[in-house]
Every structure is written in C-alpha cells, then in structure tokens.
T-cell receptor, first 112, second 116 residues
Framework: TQLLEQSPQFLSIQEGENLTVYCNSSSVFSSLQWYRQEPGEGPVLLVTVVTGGEVKKLKRLTFQFGDARKDSSLHITAAQPGDTGLYLCAPQNSNSGYALNFGKGTSLLVTP | GAVVSQHPSWVICKSGTSVKIECRSLDFQATTMFWYRQFPKQSLMLMATSNEGSKATYEQGVEKDKFLINHASLTLSTLTVTSAHPEDSSFYIC????????????FGQGTRLTVV
C-alpha cells in the first residue's frame, strides 16, 4: 500500500507571505496532480506533473516534482486571500486505474 | 472544459429514509465515474468506482448495500444512501474523467447530506 503524506495539514498566514506545501510518498509515482477545493465546491485541477524534476509555474504558484518521483511541492508566492482553500495532491501509478486517491490535504487560510 | 453536474446540492432527510444523488457528465460520455465522501476539514475519500453497464467497485470498508450505485447510461451515475442515519451526514462528491491517467478529473458541485 502506498503511504502518502501531505503537510502541513493546516496553514494560516497573512496576505503577502510565501508558503510551501509538501506531498511525500514511500513509492514512486508515474505522475501527480494538484487540485484546489474551495468550501462547498468540488476540487479543480491546478497542474499535472509527469517528469522527475519537472517544475511548472501557474502565476504565483510553482509546482515541483521530485527527481525520484516520490514527492512534490507547491510553493505560493505573495499569497492572497483568494488562494484560501484546500490543496490536494493526487499521485498516480500506471496500475492505479482512473481513480484519484487524494492526500489528506492542506487547508490554507490567507487573511488580509 | 468538461462539466460534471451533481444534484441536489443539499438535502435534509429523516433517519431511516433513503436519498438519491445524481451525477451527470454534461458534455462528454463517462464510462467510469467516481464517488467520494468528505468530512469537514478533511480530504476526499474515494468510496467507489461507478462503471457503466456493470457493478460498481467499492473501496475497502464501504458498505455496498448501504451506498447503492447505479450507472445506467454514459452520462449518469446515481448514489443512493439507503436507510440513512445521522452518521451518514457528509459531503458527497462525484467525479469523472475524459481519459485515463494524467487527464483532468472534473468534479460535481457536491451534495451536502444531513440526516436528522
């Protein structure tokens, strides 16, 4: 069974601060996706990383896939209240089928 | 982008009754859909995989007789919570993907179930 850890579980910061969220596993992933969920809604895809060492940027969000494809990070620069939400990582392996199994998530609150 | 619609968005029911939640893919056909459950301040937990024209695949610990899944068409899956009890109160979310690994998963808006 793949052990997946996401940290921190909760994070409360002020507008303008930077933060990093981590997603780690004991297993190698084929790929990994990051989603964000706002209260009362379904998650929305932010990014898919596939290649070890890959870095993708989405405005103030920077996603990195570890060289060994066992971990990933999400860094937010100059956080804004609109970044508030639950950030979820979802690793995938070729034998895991369609279903997404999410990490425990990081609940981020950005206050003005 | 693709849209997945879930209905109702919220429902309150009495203990012992059954509640049906619908999940529709609006602009694509989904041979497979997924049902998740989410408790407050927690992540999504995969309950089952709904397969069009065949039986659903349930995750370990999920009672298939409690959570009935029907996927009768390529655009509709339903989850029925049977004989609901207060501990079944939760946020239920469905999902569908256009392709396999690495494709985007589209989620419904979720259904807030409260059993009183």
């Amino acid at each position: 069974t793949q052990l997946l850890e996401q940290s921190p579980q909760f994070l409360s910061i002020q507008e303008g601060e930077n933060l990093t969220v981590y997603c780690n596993s004991s297993s190698v992933f084929s790929s990994l996706q990051w989603y964000r969920q706002e209260p009362g809604e379904g998650p929305v895809l932010l990014v898919t990383v596939v290649t070890g060492g890959e870095v993708k940027k989405l405005k103030r969000l920077t996603f990195q896939f570890g060289d060994a494809r066992k971990d990933s990070s999400l860094h937010i620069t100059a956080a804004q209240p609109g970044d508030t939400g639950l950030y979820l990582c979802a690793p995938q392996n070729s034998n895991s089928g369609y279903a997404l199994n999410f990490g425990k998530g990081t609940s981020l609150l950005v206050t003005p | 982008g693709a849209v997945v619609s879930q209905h109702p968005s919220w429902v309150i029911c009495k203990s012992g009754t059954s509640v049906k939640i619908e999940c529709r893919s609006l602009d694509f056909q989904a041979t497979t859909m997924f049902w998740y459950r989410q408790f407050p301040k927690q992540s999504l937990m995969l309950m089952a995989t709904s397969n069009e024209g065949s039986k659903a695949t349930y995750e370990q610990g999920v009672e298939k007789d409690k959570f009935l899944i029907n996927h009768a068409s390529l655009t509709l899956s339903t989850l029925t919570v049977t004989s609901a009890h207060p501990e079944d109160s939760s946020f239920y979310i469905c999902s569908a993907r256009k392709g396999q690994m690495n494709t985007e998963a589209f989620f419904g808006q979720g259904t807030r179930l409260t059993v009183v």
